[in-house]
């Protein structure tokens, strides 16, 4: 009776496992991932423009009728080489206005020329002075009735003013030149004249980037007619979050990308010292810092004033680190953890994390170099649960 009894615990028992290995719940697939040792970059990332570092806005020198010009953005222009002809205003042309600016203006001129004039007076009185004093000095010290130091402050002096004579000599000749011309301005002398105009030329080579001005047109002093800038200087300004740029420094790597062409090199070359407020695209108020960076290499011909670009900038790094992909980091409670497969199931570990980027983060504790760890892991992930890679 008790061997029956033995043979027919044997067989529920046997016949139980088959359930059991039957119906047991397959193994959930998961991708995994390497925990690896080796470099891991801390950077921001944020959109910028890149510009020319100088651009010169050619002005008009002065008022007058500003012939058409004739160029267009993208030419290439060489230092001192005419970029517009400005000419005298037709009588014709000038109104009521125009006409009492212009008389106004002839007047102070001729103001300006008397004034020149007399401080030449004053200025040949006292250089006369000095030479006097000078020569005087000269003959004492000759006779031993003077001191060294006294003759030099006598012959600087003498210098001083012959300094300050042909300094009003050029005064008086520059306020003449204004008279002259704001008597043309005034009197249309020459109007019609071809040799009339005076050139406008660039004072940098470059490219033209605007025309701000093209038509014919009357223009006065200062009005500017186009931006010139060299393409071969080009530099990327970005508008950083005042706490992001606390963590980065002068000489910082970064790449530039996001503009339409491949990715360039470039360093951090200058940090605004001060933060302004701008308005994000979600309208939200930002304090933001200017930061400018410099290519490590010649800009290529296709970027251009004014694109717009995204920036990298290497904030720290981190050399020789134990590291786990970011995509396997989970918040459990308070802290960090991964899952890591042993022997075919998920074995949950809690992590501390040092340096973190967008894909790698770095293990300070918690994993070795040899684990294996489930990346994206799934709500049917448990601690225990068999997995199949």
Known sequence: MTMRRLSAFAAIAAVLALLLWVFRADPVAVETGAVTRGEVTVGVEVEGEARIREVVVVSAPIAGLLQRVTLHPGDV??????VARIGPVSPALLDARARAIAEATAAAADAAVELARSQLVQAEAA??????EADRARALFARAALSQRLLDDAVLAERTAEASADSARANLAVRERERQSAEAMLNGDGATDGTCCIAVTAPVAGSVLRVLTEDEQVVQAATPILEIGNLGEMEIVV????????DIVVGAEAVVAGWGGPDLSAHVERIEPSASTRISALGIEEQRVEVRLSLSEVPPPTLGHGFRVTAQITQERAEDVLRVPVAALFRNGGDWAVYVVVDGRAMLRPVVLGRRNAELAEVVEGLDEVARVILHPADEVQDGVRVAE
């Open 77 to 82: 222009v060489e230092a001192g080489q005419a």
């Open 127 to 132: 250089r006369d002075f000095a030479r006097t």
């Open 239 to 246: 508008h950083v979050l005042s706490q992001d740029a606390v």
